[in-house]
Nanobody, 126 residues
Framework: QLQLVESGGGLVQPGGSLRLSCAAS????????IGWFRQAPGKEREGVSC????????NYADSVKGRFTISRDNSKNTVYLQMSSLKPEDTAIYYC???????????????????WGQGTQVTVSS
């Protein structure tokens, strides 16, 4: 059974850092494009970052460029999102999504992803 499980969320002060994890089971991440998305209360789900499964190409939303970094550890079948210089506007539930394609590029359009985790809450507040 294909499953994605996010972890690593929590409460952090502005300027702080968190590392989110997305652990996959039932399938091999190397055959999927993986993306991170977030949804704040009253807002639509938006793309944050993605990582292709050939060539390691990444893509980031303008709002997180220079602050967030996506990476993959194939040995652990896990994708990470390192978040630094966090701002209150980063507060949201963060989800990872998986797209069953082999490609050298990726896009952070939520409607393209087939599989989703349950999400992890990130709250940035003093």
């Amino acid at each position: 059974q294909l499953q994605l499980v996010e972890s690593g969320g929590g409460l952090v002060q502005p300027g702080g850092s968190l590392r989110l994890s997305c652990a996959a089971s039932g399938f091999t991440l190397d055959n999927y494009v993986i993306g991170w998305f977030r949804q704040a209360p009253g807002k639509e789900r938006e793309g944050v970052s993605c990582l292709s499964n050939r060539g390691g190409r990444t893509n980031y939303a303008d709002s997180v460029k220079g602050r967030f970094t996506i990476s993959r550890d194939n040995s652990k079948n896990t994708v990470y999102l390192q978040m630094s210089s966090l701002k209150p506007e980063d507060t949201a539930i963060y989800y990872c999504g998986a797209l069953p394609r082999v490609q050298f590029w990726c896009a952070i359009r939520p409607n393209e992803y087939h599989y989703w985790g349950q999400g992890t809450q990130v709250t940035v507040s003093s």
